[in-house]
């Protein structure tokens, strides 16, 4: 059973935008709705690093590599994350996960951000 479907990666031009989905698809939404939810990306040979997080009353954390270029937000209606990412760099390039703060688990497939000419 899957538990995050994460979507709207690809090839983008630098400089370009993005916009990633997830939905929890498996969190009920009384366990959804407080948690502190983020987004995680693996660029090629290298850690899991944490990008943003949303708290539940929506404070927004990044870190300092994205800062001033993605947005993190969430619809609790949805059970879902977004994150608008401007000014892609090829650093930028990873699979990109969500997943909770809080004992992230059930790791889905993620979603490919390449930017590259």
């Known amino acids: 059973q899957v538990h995050f479907l994460e979507s709207g990666g690809g090839l983008v031009q630098p400089g370009g935008s993005l916009r990633l989905s997830c939905r929890a698809a498996r969190m009920i939404t009384s366990t959804f709705n407080p948690a502190t939810m983020a987004w995680y990306r693996q660029g090629p040979d290298k850690e899991r690093e944490l990008v943003a997080s949303?708290?539940?009353?929506?404070?927004?954390t990044y870190a300092d590599s994205v800062k001033g270029r993605f947005t993190i937000s969430r619809d609790n209606a949805r059970k879902s994350v977004y994150l608008q990412m401007n000014n892609l760099q090829p650093e930028d390039t990873a699979v990109y996960y969500c997943?909770?703060?809080?004992?992230?688990?059930?790791w889905g497939q993620g979603t490919p951000v390449t930017p590259s000419s």
């Open positions: 997943n909770t703060v809080v004992n992230p688990k059930h």
């Open positions: 949303i708290s539940g009353g929506r404070s927004t």
